[in-house]
């Protein structure tokens, strides 16, 4: 089935950056579209952005759109968010998502743990 | 204030039939298929129906999916302690996201 593995979050000023990464296994990465999804403290979950299995389709959330970049390294398996110009809103647990096919149209069938961003001075 | 809604909370007796309902537009339930995700307490979500009515493997056909014009529902039959969780629906929009519902949660009594 496959694991997803996020991390590189942590507490961070407003204002300043923070890139996430998410480490695949057990399913062949670049067969696949992935997604990241935030859920802020207990609230629901929120799609940020998704990205095709080649990087050619690519799409965001109108509320990170221009600040944050979705990107993969399929050599790597690895998927990564940037998320520059951090506001308290982007306080949430961010998860790692694979799609069900390679295009980012489809459900999430494999989620991570999540990693925890906190956006506070 | 999610695009799609769905009631905060439902409720069930052990072995009851509940259902979660989900309601959207034509631009999302509308014209593309709806998910339904599980989130256990403390856990990630974990995908329960995909396309309006398909179960992946392992999910028991306890649960089931309708989608009828622009709203969808989800039915959990013979309700068990262990379906106590927060149920997402969802639905990818025609401005190519996804929406999410903001989340029904099940209380088995």
């Known amino acids: 089935e496959g694991q997803l593995v996020e991390s590189g979050g942590g507490l961070v000023q407003p204002g300043r950056s923070l890139r996430l990464s998410c480490a695949a296994s057990?399913?062949?990465?670049?067969?696949?579209?992935m997604h990241w999804v935030r859920q802020a403290p207990g609230k629901g979950l929120e799609w940020v952005s998704g990205?095709?299995?080649?990087?050619?389709?690519?799409g965001y959330a109108d509320s990170v759109k221009g600040r944050f970049t979705i990107s993969r390294d399929n050599a790597k398996n690895s998927l990564y968010l940037q998320m520059n110009s951090l506001t308290p809103e982007d306080t949430a647990l961010y998860y790692c998502a694979k799609d069900r096919t390679i295009m980012p149209d489809d459900a999430f069938d494999v989620w991570g743990q999540g990693t925890m961003v906190t956006v506070s001075s | 204030q999610s695009v799609l809604t769905q009631p905060p909370s439902a409720s069930g007796t052990p072995g009851q039939r509940v259902t979660i309902s989900c309601s959207g537009s034509?631009?999302?339930?509308?014209?593309?298929?709806v998910y339904w995700y599980q989130q256990l307490p403390g856990t990630a979500p974990k995908l329960l129906i995909y396309r309006n009515n398909q179960r992946p493997s392992g999910v028991p056909d306890r649960f089931s999916g309708s989608r009828s014009g622009t709203s969808a529902s989800l039915a959990i039959s013979g309700l068990r302690s262990e379906d106590e969780a927060d149920y997402y629906c969802a639905a990818w929009d025609d401005r190519l996201s996804v929406v999410f519902g903001g989340g029904t949660r099940l209380t088995v009594l």
């Open positions: 990205i095709s299995w080649n990087s050619g389709s690519i």
């Open positions: 057990g399913f062949t990465f670049e067969d696949y579209a």
């Open positions: 034509s631009s999302n339930i509308g014209t593309n298929y």
